[in-house]
Each structure stands twice: as structure tokens, then as C-alpha cells.
């Protein structure tokens, strides 16, 4: 029997250099730039294991529910370690939202492995031999980039499974890797300098009894204006970072102890105390002294932030310790309430006193809810009829899946970018001349600009560096492809809008099924690229007239009081919560 030769990462080094047949993991080993590399090799390619939406599902409550039993193992051993007594929610702050990430891109790795194990006999796998150190995260966010655009850390991370399938895989070809676990850090600004010059003047002049404010999702000038009303000066955003701590291997060795059965679970407890990020280990005095010089309220009346719960460590150990203060959350992002599954809005919802969504409400949820609506509001726009361009904005998920969320992951994109294609193709010509296709942002080497011109090598591209609100001032009619903000502000603006997502992966909760079937019934919701391009070549000509009609205005403000709400007093409202 011919031997198969396992790729797990597009690291060219681990793959074979002889000619083999070859098994790659998942489409994320086939990078679009190396096909002179792949394309004419012997190959196959695993399956997804959550393309199976019900394992998704089940995986997604086992998981959450072994989070918590982790986190509640944490709790006690981060006490001991660090000699405190803080709460299990001060850990669920700090930690929480590192843990839920490694415990669900950990679990997936594992999956994969399990899987091509299970159904493939005379697996080999070249693996590379690295520091046990050398991929310890500095903090949360180094351990995302990591986990969501380095080869190289899942690479390590799939060599200590395969390590433990050793029986099944043959492992061969060990070797150091020389590459580098640096990441790029943002060069200073004039904006940044001034803030810095400033935040110190706040401080000192805000009270200890102030309340603190940071990145609130709220526009500059309503920040300010929320922040004199309440008698003190805005901050805006937290500048201050904890500089990067090297793991020390003494204050390594200790265990996570629980009891289990589960050969992913002893998996994974195993090599937390190598993995957990260095701010929490041999940084973590440095969060208290951080905190002594910026002078933040020391009893502050309330904490409240959109964007800091999740990435600004300084910000979460303040939150942590200020438990007695009300911390209140407020959405950032537009799967928010409408989602089946999302595990950021759980993380929220479990250490907030009081959440602010954008309209929607949750009767099951513990914490205090208010629907508020977008904090960030804009305008209404009118509509203008000598707007041209049909503008269909595009996301790109990491090549590796990190969020539990209702949405593709990893290598399903390939088919969300599939649908995009379907969908220009069956446009009519003229319509085509007029479109233009955002890209977004961040590429994670899926090469979606070089994929999209090998095809459609005429149409007007944007990279997505561009302000939307530009765009915005051009745009006829907009086509929203995934569940996200950028279709609810266009919602409130009053931008004539078509919407369409495969539901097999953008699952939508019960309590919005209905709001999105009136969607479908006036066709601004379409659940295939094809019936959405075949409605925009029928209203091409007549778009205000469409968006425009009683039926569709009546939809759009229905839809809008339930999860979308543009609150017009939303300082004042915010005012009211935050004393």
C-alpha cells in the first residue's frame, strides 16, 4: 500500500520532496499564489469537519461548556499562582476571551487530525521541531494574528497532535525552524502623539469617582458631548500597552488539573501553561503598575466601553478589579442578536451589568439589555437618482478558523467567493459596467484580488482602504454579502439595499426568521447569488421606485425598531444608564 504523505499548513518546507500521493488538511494548505507548487501533485483534500452545520452546532455547546469548566480551573490556579483572591469573574474578564479562542481553534485542529486518522491507514508527516516557548503568545491580541495568519503557529500546533497519533501517522523529516514569531507593530501617527500629550491632562483632572470611557463606538463629538455632560474629559481610546514579556519556564511548571476522559481535553489542559499569553503570566505585575500611572478613576461609578472587552488587556484588569462598578458593553458588530451562534455575544452578555444592543432584546439573558440602537449614527441619506454604481461589498475570513460564530469558516470562503462570482455572471452587461466590488481589507493570502481579475479581468475593484461613507455618495443600489454592520447602516441611511448570504452558513436565530422572510417577500433578502442579480436586472432602471414602495419602506422600519433601531437621543439615553 502506497504511503500518504499528510500537509497540514502551506509551509512548502513540511511538504515531501520526492513525488508521493499527498493529502492536504484543508484547502487553506493550496495557497492561489503557490499553484505551480500543488497544482499538478497527486492530491487530495480532506473534507471540513464543520461543514456539517450539526456537528457545528453541538460542537459549539460542548465547547462553550468545557470553557467554563476550564475557566472555573483557572480561576483557582491563576490565584495561586499570582498569590491573589480575585473573583471568577474578574478571570472570565481578563481571561476569557484568550481561553474561548485557543479551546475552539485548538479543538478544530484537533478534528481535522481525528478525522483523516480515522478513515486513512499509512499516513506519514513531516513536522518541525520547535522551542516549546517559541509560540507563547505576548497577549490576546499576538495569540489572534497567530492563530489566524501564521503558518508557522499552526503548524506547531498541528506537529504536538500529530505527535500524540503516532501510532497512525509516521513522523519524519524533523528539523528547526529558523522563522520568526515577531509581529509587526503600527508605526506612530500625529493623531496618536496628541492623544498622548492629552490623555495625561484627563486623568488628572477627571474625578476618582468619574466614569471611565473608552472606545465606545460612539462618534468623536458624541464622546465628547456623553463625557462633559457627565462632568469630566473623554479619553477616547486606551494608548497604553504592557510591553512584550518573554515566558519564563519556572513560572511555567504547573498544571491545569481536571478530571476527564477526553483525549482532546487532556490534550489541550496539557499544553495551556506553555500557551497561555505572557501578560497574564510574567506580565501580569506590569498590568498593576500600568494602572497606578495612568491614574484611571479609582472608584469609578461605571465602566463602559464597545470595542476594549475583548482586545485591551490594560482595560480588562481594571474592569476586573472595579467589579462593584456597573460594567456596561455595548454591541460593535452587526451579527449582534441576529446570529444563531456567536460566542462574542455570550462572552459579553456573561460579564456585563448592563448591555447595549442596537435594538434587539434577549428574555433568556441574565444581564439588563437595552436596545438602544447603533451608537455611531449617522445621517439619513436621501435618495439621489444620480447615483450610478451598484457597489457589492466582500469579506474574507482567516484561512484558519478562530470564532465560534453562525458564519463561513476557514475554507468555506472558497464557496462564499464562489457565490460572488455567480452572482456578477448573471448580471446584465450594462449593470456590470457600473458595478463596483469592494475587497475586503484584510486578504490572510486567499489572494482575492488575483482570483476575482483571473476571471472578471474589467470590473472596477476597490481594496478596501477607501472610507464606505465615499462610496456611499456614488452608489445607486448596494449589495450586502454577509451578516455584518455594513447593511444595517445602509438600512438607516436610506440606501436602496440587496441582500444575500448562503443560510447553510450565515444561520440566523429563531426570534429574526420572521424579519428576515419579509425581507425575502420583498426581495431585498435573497438566499441565492442568482435570485438576487435577477432582481437588480428587473429594478436597474427604477431602483427608487423599489426601494421607494410602501411595501419595502413598511419591511425596512419593521426590521429596523426590532435590531436596527437610529436613536436620535442616544447621549442622553447613554447618560442615564452610565449614572
Same mark, same amino acid.
Given at each position: 500500500?502506497?504511503?500518504?504523505?499528510?500537509?497540514?499548513?502551506?509551509?512548502?518546507?513540511?511538504?515531501?520532496?520526492?513525488?508521493?500521493?499527498?493529502?492536504?488538511?484543508?484547502?487553506?494548505?493550496?495557497?492561489?499564489?503557490?499553484?505551480?507548487?500543488?497544482?499538478?501533485?497527486?492530491?487530495?483534500?480532506?473534507?471540513?469537519?464543520?461543514?456539517?452545520?450539526?456537528?457545528?452546532?453541538?460542537?459549539?455547546?460542548?465547547?462553550?461548556?468545557?470553557?467554563?469548566?476550564?475557566?472555573?480551573?483557572?480561576?483557582?490556579?491563576?490565584?495561586?499562582?499570582?498569590?491573589?483572591?480575585?473573583?471568577?469573574?474578574?478571570?472570565?474578564?481578563?481571561?476569557?476571551?484568550?481561553?474561548? /479562542?485557543?479551546?475552539?481553534?485548538?479543538?478544530? $485542529?484537533?478534528?481535522?487530525? $481525528?478525522?483523516?486518522?480515522?478513515?486513512?491507514?499509512?499516513?506519514?508527516? *513531516?513536522?518541525?521541531?520547535?522551542?516549546?516557548?517559541?509560540?507563547?503568545?505576548?497577549?490576546?491580541?499576538?495569540?489572534?494574528?497567530?492563530?489566524?495568519?501564521?503558518?508557522? =503557529?499552526?503548524?506547531?500546533?498541528?506537529?504536538?497532535?500529530?505527535?500524540?497519533?503516532?501510532?497512525?501517522?509516521?513522523?519524519?523529516?524533523?528539523?528547526?525552524?529558523?522563522?520568526?514569531?515577531?509581529?509587526?507593530?503600527?508605526?506612530?501617527? #500625529?493623531?496618536?502623539?496628541?492623544?498622548?500629550?492629552?490623555?495625561?491632562?484627563?486623568?488628572? #483632572?477627571?474625578?476618582?469617582?468619574?466614569?471611565?470611557? /473608552?472606545?465606545?463606538?460612539?462618534?468623536?463629538?458624541?464622546?465628547?458631548?456623553?463625557?462633559?455632560?457627565?462632568?469630566?474629559?473623554?479619553?477616547?481610546?486606551?494608548?497604553?500597552?504592557?510591553?512584550? @514579556?518573554?515566558?519564563?519556564?519556572?513560572?511555567?511548571?504547573?498544571?491545569?488539573?481536571?478530571?476527564?476522559?477526553?483525549?482532546?481535553?487532556?490534550?489541550?489542559?496539557?499544553?495551556?501553561?506553555?500557551?497561555?499569553?505572557?501578560?497574564?503570566? %510574567?506580565?501580569?505585575?506590569?498590568?498593576?503598575?500600568?494602572?497606578?500611572?495612568?491614574?484611571?478613576?479609582?472608584?469609578?461609578?461605571?465602566?463602559?466601553?464597545?470595542?476594549?472587552?475583548?482586545?485591551?488587556?490594560?482595560?480588562?484588569?481594571?474592569?476586573?478589579? *472595579?467589579?462593584?462598578?456597573?460594567?456596561?458593553?455595548?454591541? @460593535?458588530?452587526?451579527?449582534?442578536?441576529?446570529?444563531?451562534?456567536?460566542?462574542?455575544?455570550?462572552? %459579553?452578555?456573561?460579564?456585563?451589568?448592563?448591555? #447595549?444592543?442596537?435594538?434587539?432584546?434577549?428574555?433568556?439573558?441574565?444581564?439588563?439589555?437595552?436596545?438602544?440602537?447603533?451608537?455611531?449614527?449617522?445621517?439619513?441619506?436621501?435618495?439621489?437618482?444620480?447615483?450610478?454604481?451598484?457597489?457589492?461589498?466582500?469579506?474574507?475570513?482567516?484561512?484558519?478558523?478562530?470564532?465560534?460564530?453562525?458564519?463561513? #469558516?476557514?475554507?468555506? =470562503?472558497?464557496?462564499?467567493?464562489?457565490?460572488?462570482?455567480?452572482?456578477?455572471?448573471?448580471?446584465?452587461? !450594462?449593470?456590470? *459596467?457600473?458595478?463596483?466590488?469592494?475587497?475586503? $481589507? @484584510?486578504?490572510?493570502?486567499?489572494?482575492?484580488?488575483?482570483?476575482?481579475?483571473?476571471?472578471?479581468?474589467?470590473?472596477?475593484?476597490?481594496?478596501?482602504?477607501? *472610507?464606505? %461613507?465615499?462610496?456611499?455618495?456614488?452608489?445607486?443600489?448596494?449589495? !450586502?454579502?454577509?451578516?455584518?454592520?455594513?447593511?444595517?447602516?445602509?438600512?438607516?441611511?436610506?440606501?436602496?439595499?440587496?441582500?444575500? =448570504?448562503?443560510?447553510?452558513?450565515?444561520?440566523?436565530?429563531?426570534?429574526?426568521?420572521? /424579519?428576515?422572510?419579509?425581507?425575502?417577500?420583498?426581495?431585498?433578502?435573497?438566499?441565492?447569488?442568482?435570485?438576487?442579480?435577477?432582481?437588480?436586472?428587473?429594478?436597474?432602471?427604477?431602483?427608487?421606485?423599489? =426601494?421607494?414602495?410602501? %411595501?419595502?419602506?413598511?419591511?425596512?422600519?419593521?426590521f429596523n425598531k426590532s435590531v436596527n433601531r437610529n436613536n436620535k437621543n442616544i447621549v442622553s439615553d447613554l447618560i442615564k444608564i452610565l449614572k
Amino acid at each position: 500500500m502506497v504511503k500518504k504523505h499528510l500537509i497540514t499548513t502551506a509551509l512548502e518546507e513540511t511538504w515531501p520532496d520526492q513525488e508521493s500521493k499527498i493529502i492536504f488538511l484543508g484547502e487553506w494548505c493550496k495557497l492561489y499564489s503557490k499553484k505551480k507548487s500543488w497544482k499538478n501533485l497527486s492530491y487530495e483534500v480532506v473534507d471540513y469537519h464543520w461543514d456539517n452545520r450539526e456537528k457545528f452546532e453541538k460542537d459549539y455547546y460542548y465547547l462553550t461548556d468545557f470553557y467554563e469548566k476550564t475557566l472555573q480551573t483557572l480561576t483557582i490556579q491563576m490565584n495561586s499562582i499570582h498569590q491573589v483572591n480575585l473573583s471568577y469573574k474578574y478571570w472570565r474578564i481578563l481571561l476569557g476571551p484568550w481561553l474561548s /479562542l485557543f479551546i475552539a481553534s485548538v479543538f478544530d $485542529r484537533w478534528e481535522m487530525i $481525528r478525522l483523516v486518522t480515522s478513515s486513512n491507514d499509512k499516513l506519514q508527516s *513531516n513536522i518541525i521541531i520547535d522551542s516549546e516557548f517559541k509560540w507563547t503568545p505576548y497577549d490576546y491580541n499576538n495569540f489572534k494574528k497567530l492563530l489566524m495568519e501564521s503558518d508557522e =503557529w499552526n503548524n506547531f500546533i498541528y506537529s504536538k497532535i500529530i505527535e500524540l497519533y503516532h501510532d497512525k501517522i509516521a513522523i519524519n523529516n524533523l528539523y528547526e525552524n529558523l522563522r520568526d514569531s515577531k509581529v509587526s507593530i503600527k508605526k506612530r501617527n #500625529i493623531k496618536i502623539f496628541l492623544l498622548k500629550i492629552y490623555q495625561p491632562i484627563a486623568n488628572f #483632572i477627571n474625578s476618582n469617582k468619574s466614569s471611565l470611557i /473608552l472606545s465606545s463606538y460612539l462618534s468623536r463629538i458624541d464622546e465628547t458631548l456623553l463625557s462633559l455632560r457627565l462632568l469630566q474629559l473623554p479619553l477616547f481610546i486606551n494608548l497604553n500597552k504592557i510591553k512584550n @514579556h518573554s515566558p519564563d519556564k519556572n513560572r511555567r511548571n504547573w498544571k491545569v488539573s481536571m478530571d476527564t476522559s477526553s483525549k482532546f481535553e487532556k490534550f489541550l489542559l496539557e499544553i495551556i501553561p506553555n500557551q497561555i499569553p505572557s501578560v497574564y503570566i %510574567e506580565g501580569y505585575q506590569s498590568l498593576n503598575n500600568k494602572l497606578q500611572r495612568l491614574n484611571w478613576p479609582k472608584s469609578p461609578r461605571s465602566i463602559f466601553t464597545s470595542n476594549s472587552i475583548h482586545v485591551d488587556e490594560i482595560f480588562k484588569h481594571y474592569a476586573g478589579i *472595579n467589579e462593584k462598578s456597573s460594567l456596561v458593553i455595548c454591541q @460593535h458588530g452587526g451579527s449582534y442578536g441576529i446570529s444563531k451562534l456567536n460566542f462574542s455575544e455570550y462572552h %459579553e452578555l456573561s460579564v456585563a451589568d448592563k448591555y #447595549i444592543s442596537w435594538g434587539w432584546i434577549n428574555k433568556s439573558s441574565k444581564t439588563k439589555i437595552y436596545p438602544l440602537g447603533q451608537l455611531n449614527s449617522k445621517s439619513i441619506k436621501k435618495i439621489n437618482s444620480s447615483k450610478t454604481k451598484l457597489l457589492i461589498v466582500t469579506a474574507t475570513v482567516a484561512r484558519y478558523s478562530y470564532l465560534m460564530q453562525s458564519m463561513t #469558516i476557514s475554507s468555506q =470562503w472558497l464557496s462564499y467567493f464562489k457565490n460572488q462570482i455567480d452572482f456578477i455572471k448573471n448580471l446584465d452587461k !450594462a449593470i456590470t *459596467n457600473e458595478t463596483i466590488v469592494r475587497l475586503f $481589507r @484584510h486578504d490572510y493570502k486567499w489572494d482575492q484580488i488575483e482570483r476575482w481579475k483571473e476571471i472578471f479581468p474589467d470590473l472596477n475593484y476597490n481594496t478596501g482602504i477607501t *472610507n464606505l %461613507e465615499t462610496l456611499y455618495n456614488e452608489t445607486k443600489l448596494y449589495v !450586502a454579502t454577509y451578516n455584518a454592520t455594513t447593511y444595517l447602516e445602509t438600512f438607516r441611511l436610506n440606501i436602496p439595499t440587496i441582500i444575500f =448570504w448562503d443560510t447553510n452558513y450565515w444561520e440566523n436565530r429563531d426570534s429574526v426568521k420572521p /424579519l428576515f422572510e419579509e425581507l425575502k417577500r420583498v426581495k431585498v433578502f435573497h438566499d441565492s447569488p442568482e435570485s438576487a442579480a435577477k432582481h437588480i436586472n428587473k429594478i436597474w432602471d427604477n431602483v427608487e421606485g423599489w =426601494w421607494g414602495s410602501p %411595501e419595502v419602506i413598511q419591511v425596512i422600519n419593521k426590521f429596523n425598531k426590532s435590531v436596527n433601531r437610529n436613536n436620535k437621543n442616544i447621549v442622553s439615553d447613554l447618560i442615564k444608564i452610565l449614572k
